[in-house]
């Protein structure tokens, strides 16, 4: 399946909608890494400030058939640019990710770097799909399963020209 994803600049009405996304408790536990309460607007609003005020990010709005769907984003880790991404739980399974960080991509010099925990097959098949291949591993504490949780380091090495066919 090849959805109709655009990516746009993220508006702040675009922000209820992210909100809402990150309500969900099973997407919570896939991403594992997510914040320490979902649902603390205080929070979440202090942490979309800082995402969308600095410079050295790129964010964009998943938009699908005229809807939002989520976010790709990237971003500094020390001196690597990381990717991210988060969609509506219930878009999964769409090729919404896949389509958006395929286009973000596009966008990006590489290398690139992302990490998924290594229990979450779904993102680890997007990131796939788009060329990363497993360079690592590492572990650390998951908000979002209150425990330590393995996880996979990614890279779309710099002579990396496979997007997945996208």
């Known amino acids: 399946m090849t959805?109709?994803?655009?990516?746009?600049?993220?508006?702040?009405?675009?922000?209820?909608?992210?909100?809402?996304?990150?309500?969900?408790?099973?997407?919570?536990?896939?991403?594992?890494f997510g914040p320490e309460d979902p649902t603390d607007h205080r929070e979440f609003a202090r942490h979309w400030a800082r995402v969308l005020t600095?410079?050295?990010n790129m964010v964009r709005t998943i938009e699908a058939d005229g809807d939002v769907v989520g976010y790709v984003s990237a971003f500094p880790v020390d001196d690597q640019t990381e990717v991210s991404y988060w969609i509506d739980p219930a878009r999964w399974g769409r090729g919404h990710a896949?389509?958006?960080?395929?286009?973000?991509?596009?966008?990006?010099?590489?290398?690139?770097?992302?990490r998924a925990a290594k229990d979450n097959a779904a993102s680890l098949a997007?990131?796939?799909k788009c060329g990363f291949t497993v360079v690592g591993e590492d572990?650390?504490?998951?908000?979002?399963?209150?425990?330590?949780?393995?996880?996979?380091?990614?890279?779309?090495?710099?002579d990396g020209s496979d997007l997945g066919g996208h």
């Open 54 to 56: 600095n410079p050295a």
């Open 3 to 32: 959805p109709d994803v655009q990516l746009r600049p993220v508006r702040e009405d675009d922000l209820v909608e992210f909100f809402l996304h990150q309500q969900d408790p099973e997407a919570n536990r896939m991403a594992a």
């Open 139 to 158: 572990s650390g504490y998951a908000n979002g399963r209150g425990t330590e949780v393995e996880e996979w380091l990614l890279e779309l090495p710099a």
């Open 126 to 128: 997007v990131l796939r």
């Open 98 to 114: 896949t389509a958006a960080l395929a286009a973000l991509l596009r966008e990006l010099p590489r290398p690139v770097h992302a």
